[in-house]
């Protein structure tokens, strides 16, 4: 599975990005949160500060593990990048499902960020455990599906910014948003993932007879 140099450069640039835009968030300032949800943010201070710091930690590291060059030259450095990811992981998504109750637009996009959590936990899950079990195509497959779920913080904020500047009100964009977000990233990463493996297969043609 080779993403290309451009394209890594786009996620890598992006992510950071939302990274630098999301780091204001840790002081936990009140002029920070945006304003419709800012009175639940400052009851719910310690699931939000567990939600950012994992989900900023993951989408910070994330982009590195799929450097080629990394992974060949520091496979070291690749190891430990990819345990703070899952750590970063585990972190955000604990905090998103203990906030998915009090989401912006109500149940469902409090419904939509639960299952993108427990899909977040799921792939980083399968990731871990293939690359345990030495299964490294297998392990790349699951971690590509895992960061697709990362890189929602990105087509979050993309997407209500071009709602809203369609026009749509921030309500019924976030709560379209809070799916449209990691479902249509989910699916790409699958289908990615599928026809890369099927391309492989065609070229390595059929198995030698015993």
Not at 157 to 162: C, G, I, N, P, S
Request: hydrophobic fraction near 50%; glycine fraction near 8%.
């Amino acid at each position: 599975m080779r993403i290309t140099r451009a394209g890594w450069a786009i996620m890598t640039m992006l992510s950071t990005l939302i990274v630098v835009i999301s780091a204001k968030y840790f002081r936990l300032d009140p002029e920070a949160f945006f304003e419709e949800q800012r009175d639940t943010y400052l009851t719910h201070q310690v699931p939000l500060a567990i939600h950012i710091s994992g989900a900023i930690t993951a989408l910070a590291v994330g982009p590195w593990q799929f450097s080629k060059r990394l992974r060949a030259r520091k496979p070291r450095w690749h190891r430990r990048i990819g345990v703070v990811y899952l750590l970063g992981c585990l972190t955000g998504a604990v905090g998103a499902l203990l906030l998915a109750p009090v989401a912006y637009g109500g149940a469902v996009s409090g419904l939509g960020f639960a299952c993108l959590a427990v899909a977040w936990l799921i792939t980083g899950a399968m990731g871990l455990r293939t690359i345990l079990a030495g299964r490294v195509a297998d392990h790349r497959r699951w971690m590509i599906r895992s960061f697709a779920l990362t890189f929602a913080a990105v087509t979050l904020r993309l997407m209500v910014l071009a709602a809203t500047t369609a026009g749509l009100g921030l309500r019924p964009a976030y709560t379209a948003v809070a799916w449209l977000c990691w479902v249509p990233n989910l699916l790409l990463a699958c289908w990615f993932t599928r026809t890369r493996t099927r391309t492989r297969t065609r070229r390595a043609g059929p198995a030698a007879p015993a």
